[in-house]
């Protein structure tokens, strides 16, 4: 992998990732732009603990441009974009519209592919290894700022989920806090570890899982599960056989794995609803532990998180979606309409031809 970090014309940091050490990427942004405001701001709710994010200048942030229009394929002639080259394997660069920036942490756009039209399960293994080994890098990048405590790696697909650029792409969260989803999942290492005398609950889970019905896909280094509570009507779970903290702790032969599983995992996502369906929305999401101090969970250490990706999707149905209404919304307790069993079986069922 190369990697060549350059400046947009307002002053944002982008990095060209390829996959030849003689690629070149010396072009100029010639956009006019003016320099990027922001007006993030991170407040503490102090009844639930937990911190929001208000951004409001995110309002004016581009919606549904015509693909023709779209900011993420590359320039091309006077067509200017925010990539200045004509072509790129994987691009990150700050987000013009983030809702974290400077103190409250920072806002990243990765870029799959230059191909507008393709998709992650379009990718080929060499191109979804270069991805994963980007996140790795600006996980390890990100980390080192001192305003960041959790990065967060995720990709939101389809319109469903509310994406705004059809182009297929991710974004990179760097929070200045240990998210609420993170603090819940430590907090029950640490109750798990003093109960049971030292035992890891990340490392319990995974083996009631690999007994059971709802795995799915399982490779050497990787497997993939339905999770026994799981909260969406098809939601799986990708653990790393061998539990490490983060991106940057997975071994050569978990890394080389990876594109195997996680593409196929993807392929089989599109055709749970059957031929003819539109391609399904999902969110994909990396946990990986704090960076931060872990003081406030008891006996608990960043080697005791358990780096995982968590893929689901929305709808539940064909044409029907799993909306978030008084129980899930008010209360946070949801109501699941597909048994895991059954979810399970129909990710096992469908070929990812």
Request: with cysteine; glycine share 6%; charged share 30%.
């Amino acid at each position: 992998m190369k990697k060549t970090s350059t400046r947009l014309a307002d002053g944002r940091e982008l990095i060209y990732y390829d996959q030849r050490d003689d690629s070149v990427r010396d072009a100029v942004d010639r956009r006019p732009l003016d320099p990027t405001v922001t007006t993030s701001e991170v407040r503490r709710d102090p009844l639930l603990g937990d911190s929001i994010a208000v951004a409001s200048h995110r309002q004016g942030r581009i919606y549904h441009p015509p693909a023709d229009e779209c900011p993420l394929c590359p320039s091309q002639g006077d067509r200017l974009s925010e990539i200045p080259d004509s072509s790129y394997d994987v691009v990150v660069f700050e987000n013009r519209f983030p809702s974290l920036a400077g103190d409250s942490g920072r806002c990243e756009v990765v870029c799959f592919t230059s191909d507008h039209n393709a998709s992650f399960a379009d990718l080929t293994e060499e191109q979804a290894r270069l991805v994963l080994d980007a996140w790795t890098d600006r996980t390890s990048e990100l980390s080192h700022l001192p305003s960041v405590e959790q990065v967060f790696c995720f990709e939101n697909r389809g319109a469903e989920i509310g994406v705004t650029l059809g182009h297929p792409h991710g974004q990179i969260y760097a929070y200045p806090f240990t998210t609420p989803r993170t603090a819940l999942m430590l907090r029950s290492v640490a109750a798990h570890k003093e109960a049971t005398g030292g035992e890891n609950l990340f490392d319990d889970v995974l083996r009631r899982e690999l007994a059971d019905e709802r795995v799915v896909l399982e490779g050497e280094h990787w497997v993939a599960f339905v999770p026994y509570a799981a909260h969406w009507p098809y939601e799986v779970h990708l653990y790393p056989k061998r539990r490490v903290p983060d991106l940057l702790a997975l071994d050569e032969d978990a890394r080389t794995e990876f594109p195997q599983v996680y593409l196929e995992l993807l392929r089989r996502f599109d055709r749970i609803f059957g031929e003819g369906e539109p391609p399904t929305p999902y969110i994909a999401a990396w946990h990986q532990a704090p960076f931060g101090a872990l003081e406030e969970f008891e006996g608990v250490n960043r080697d005791d998180f358990a780096l995982h990706l968590e893929l689901f999707t929305i709808r539940r149905t064909s044409g029907k979606l799993k909306f978030l209404a008084g129980s899930e919304s008010g209360m946070n307790v949801f109501i699941n309409d597909v048994p895991p069993e059954a979810a399970a079986r129909r990710l096992r069922e469908v070929a990812s031809s």
